[in-house]
T-cell receptor
Framework: SQTIHQWPATLVQPVGSPLSLECTVE??????LYWYRQAAGRGLQLLFY??????ISSEVPQNLSASRPQDRQFILSSKKLLLSDSGFYLC??????????????FGPGTRLTVT | AQSVAQPEDQVNVAEGNPLTVKCTYS??????LFWYVQYPNRGLQFLLK??????LVKGSYGFEAEFNKSQTSFHLKKPSALVSDSALYFC???????????FGTGTRLQVFP
C-alpha cells in the first residue's frame, strides 16, 4: 500500500530564516506531487505541483520554491521566511492526468509558525 | 472560471439525525468528484469519489454522496450522524484529464450529543 510522509511535524522559525520541508511517498511510482498551504484551519491553497522529476509548476508567486530531486521526493523551501508564511503545509500525491488514482492522498502536514 | 462552492460554513446536526453537506460545482465536461474530511491538526482523509456509473456512491465511515449532473451537485450524506463525525469537510473536483483538484472552501460539521 502507499504511504506519504512529511517532516517535521511542527516547526517554529524566526523571520528571515531559511525553510526546508520534505515529503516522500512510498509504494507508488511516477506520482503527481503537490504542496498546499492551509491558513487558519480553512481553505486550501495549491502552491506547487510536479508531474515528474525536475518538473515544477508554481501556482502562486510568493516567497517559496519547490524541488523534486527524486521520483518520490518533494521539497518545499524558502531562503527567507516571512510572518505570512505561517500555516499548515500539506503534501499530497495522485495519479497523472487521465490516469488513476484520480483522487489525491495527503500527508499528515507540517505546522509552521514564523515568529 | 472553474469553481466549487460549499454554501454552508457550518452545519449543525443532532446525533442520530441524518446529515447533508452541500457541494455544487462549475466545471466544463465530465469532472471527477471527491469528498475529504479533516480532523484538527491532521491531513485530509479521502472519503469517497464519483468517477462514472451509479449516481449514488458509498464511502468510508457510512458516508455517501449523490451526483446530480443537471444540478451540478455532489452532496455528502449520512443517515445517522455521530459526534465523532464532527470535522471539516471538503468537496473537490478534478476536471477530466487535468492534474489539479479544485477544492471548495470547506464546511465545518458539528454533531451535538
Amino acid at each position: 500500500s502507499q504511504t506519504i510522509h512529511q517532516w517535521p511535524a511542527t516547526l517554529v522559525q524566526p523571520v528571515g530564516s531559511p525553510l526546508s520541508l520534505e515529503c516522500t511517498v512510498e509504494g507508488t511510482s511516477n506520482p503527481n506531487l503537490y504542496w498546499y498551504r492551509q491558513a487558519a484551519g480553512r481553505g486550501l491553497q495549491l502552491l506547487f505541483y510536479s508531474v515528474g522529476i525536475g518538473q515544477i509548476s508554481s501556482e502562486v508567486p510568493q516567497n517559496l520554491s519547490a524541488s523534486r530531486p527524486q521520483d518520490r521526493q518533494f521539497i518545499l523551501s524558502s531562503k527567507k521566511l516571512l510572518l505570512s508564511d505561517s500555516g499548515f503545509y500539506l503534501c499530497a500525491w495522485g495519479g497523472l492526468a487521465g490516469l488513476p488514482p484520480y483522487e489525491q492522498y495527503f500527508g499528515p502536514g507540517t505546522r509552521l509558525t514564523v515568529t | 472560471a472553474q469553481s466549487v462552492a460549499q454554501p454552508e460554513d457550518q452545519v449543525n446536526v443532532a446525533e442520530g439525525n441524518p446529515l447533508t453537506v452541500k457541494c455544487t460545482y462549475s466545471v466544463s465536461g465530465n469532472p471527477y468528484l471527491f469528498w475529504y474530511v479533516q480532523y484538527p491538526n491532521r491531513g485530509l482523509q479521502f472519503l469517497l469519489k464519483y468517477i462514472t456509473g451509479d449516481n449514488l456512491v458509498k464511502g468510508s465511515y457510512g458516508f455517501e454522496a449523490e451526483f446530480n449532473k443537471s444540478q451540478t451537485s455532489f452532496h455528502l450524506k449520512k443517515p445517522s450522524a455521530l459526534v465523532s463525525d464532527s470535522a471539516l469537510y471538503f468537496c473537490a473536483v478534478r476536471p477530466y484529464n487535468t492534474d489539479k483538484l479544485i477544492f471548495g472552501t470547506g464546511t465545518r460539521l458539528q454533531v451535538f450529543p
